[in-house]
């Protein structure tokens, strides 16, 4: 097929968009830069760097032109010194653009990239697509606005969208939770609070493979799923996991959340205003104080998502990735 992957800059539309292209699949992406090296890199694997930004939609539109699925993975995640205004028009507003886009091309399916954080703290785990929405953050709150956006765009225009809800992703590259292997790999990490909270990730190439069946299988259609690994574990468990595949003693020391939530808030009241990035802040301190399990059955037995990589080899592939780069 012809495909279109937004957001293959990045580290999970980069892992799709060159997956999708092995796979013999036609793959545009679409980039605010042609000529940076991370389009080089894209376009050596024999994908298509197309410019354009969630914000132009007709720019969105020539690049959708005779494509049959989109992938929309762009979005603006967690970085404290963007205005709510900014993660509006890219994570909520971008979703709409990019689906009259697809329209416009002829496009039959979007697959929208939203995340299990709109689902919030679980409070009765694990939970599945019905559990309730209650977001905890500017992120989450423009994801959940773009899952609706994306929705409403889709039934008036007759374009299909399936939304994925990815949990916490890792593997080679990744550089969401390379501080928590790097801290602990160093002798450095801490936890804050118990650390008996559910977390629950997802190893890249499992994730890759759930995104494209979620593009190809007729199931999908205007359905919701929840994307994550098959290992669910805690907070202080996947520490000591780390810790072994590191070869390092598993790292003991717990500190109170409060006093770093209060540091955050403090943060953020100096350094956003003036579009500062703060060196803490309070949803990196929700880390470690939100519980996250979640149920696949869905994907499962719908288009029969099928994780591959245990947690266990999962991590360990991380690790060797790291080393091998200078990364620990």
């Known amino acids: 097929m012809r495909v279109l992957v937004t957001g ?8 799709l968009a060159r997956a999708l292209a ?10 605010r830069d042609v000529s940076a090296t991370r389009s080089a890199d894209l376009a050596a694997a024999g994908i298509a760097p197309v410019r354009g930004d969630l914000r132009d939609p007709s720019a969105l539109a020539a690049a959708a032109a005779g494509t049959e699925v989109v992938y ?6 967690r970085q404290a010194g963007v205005s709510a205004e900014t993660y509006h ?21 979007v697959v929208h990239c939203s995340t299990v954080g709109v689902h919030g703290d679980v409070e009765h785990p694990p939970a599945n697509e019905e559990a309730p929405l209650k977001p905890g953050d500017v992120y989450q709150e423009t994801k959940l606005e773009g899952e609706r956006l994306a929705r409403e765009a889709g039934a008036r225009l007759g374009v299909e969208i399936t ?27 801490f936890t804050l609070g118990r650390g008996e909270i559910y977390y629950h990730l997802t190893y890249i190439d499992d994730l890759v493979e759930g995104f494209r069946r979620l593009g190809e299988h007729p199931a999908a259609a205007n359905r919701t799923y929840i994307l994550a690994g098959g290992d669910v574990t805690t907070l202080n468990a996947l520490v000591g996991l780390i810790a072994t595949g590191a070869g390092v003693p598993v790292p003991t020391r717990h500190l109170p959340v409060w006093p770093f939530w209060v540091a955050g808030a403090l943060c953020e009241a100096v350094c956003v205003p003036f579009g500062i990035e703060p060196p803490i802040f309070r949803r990196r301190v929700d880390f470690f ?13 719908e288009v029969g998502f099928a994780p591959q990589v245990g947690l266990h080899e999962g991590i360990r592939r991380t690790l060797d990735w790291y080393r091998t780069h200078g990364w620990l």
């Open 72 to 77: 929309h993975l762009a979005a603006i995640y």
């Open 163 to 189: 939304i994925a809800r990815p949990s916490g992703i890792y593997g080679p590259e990744d550089r969401r939770l390379l501080k928590l292997f790097r801290g602990v790999a160093r002798q450095r990490w």
């Open 22 to 31: 092995v796979a013999g699949h036609q793959v545009s992406a679409l980039v």
């Open 89 to 109: 028009a890219v994570n909520a507003e971008g979703a709409r653009h990019v689906v009259e886009a697809a329209a416009r091309g002829g496009v039959r399916r």
């Open 289 to 301: 104080t939100k519980s996250r399990a979640f149920d696949i059955t869905r994907a499962r037995t």
């Open 8 to 15: 293959a800059t990045g580290f999970t539309g980069g892992h």
